[in-house]
């Protein structure tokens, strides 16, 4: 159900162009911007305001063949026909229960291994709910890239914060680089949904406690992308 205060609903309507979602709660928010104008005006507002996402997707070519797949599924399409082949000797019975067996090893291993982990991200936004940071971890590794770079004060650097969900005190990621961009794999934890990230103004150098020591300017927490 689509809530009825006013900050629940506006942090919905953003998640929802996030892409952060489940389904049935998309199709909710899809359904209610039908009915209720004021929603659908909050829908388009965080549409607007997270436009400049757009620009960090580089254009990618689709991979060789998927066009024929896509008309080999089709529903109508015909199957080839497959070639008459002769009735195999002794020695390709053997050999085809051996490959049997190795396809079905396969198999089980691709059943039993563990799924890899969905792509997760979070923007990060100023005081004023303009974006400021995308953050995105897929596989373990974090970046971050600043989606409208402001210059700091000389004697401050800016350093990038994570907070999993049940720890007491934040993991530094490192400082950011004046050209706002940040890729890290974290040795001590690993982005997992729910986990927050935080950028703090710190000293030349970093935070010298092993804490934010200065105010902490963004914050925001990962979540599923939508697809994933």
Known sequence: MIPTDPAERDAMAGEYVLGTLDAHDAREVERAMVEDPEFRALVEAWE??????????????PPPGLWERIEAALEGARPPVPAPVAKPSGFWRVWAFGASAVAAGLAAFLVLRPMPAPPLMTVLLTQRDQPAWLVESDGGALRLAALNPQPLPPDRVMQLWALPQGATAPTSLGLIP???????????????PGMLIEISLEPPGGSPTGRPTGPILFIGRLAPARGA
């Open 48 to 61: 607007e305001r997270l436009a400049p996402l757009t620009a960090l997707a580089l254009p990618e070519a």
């Open 178 to 192: 004046p050209q706002g961009r940040l890729t890290v794999t974290p040795a001590t934890i690993r982005p997992e």
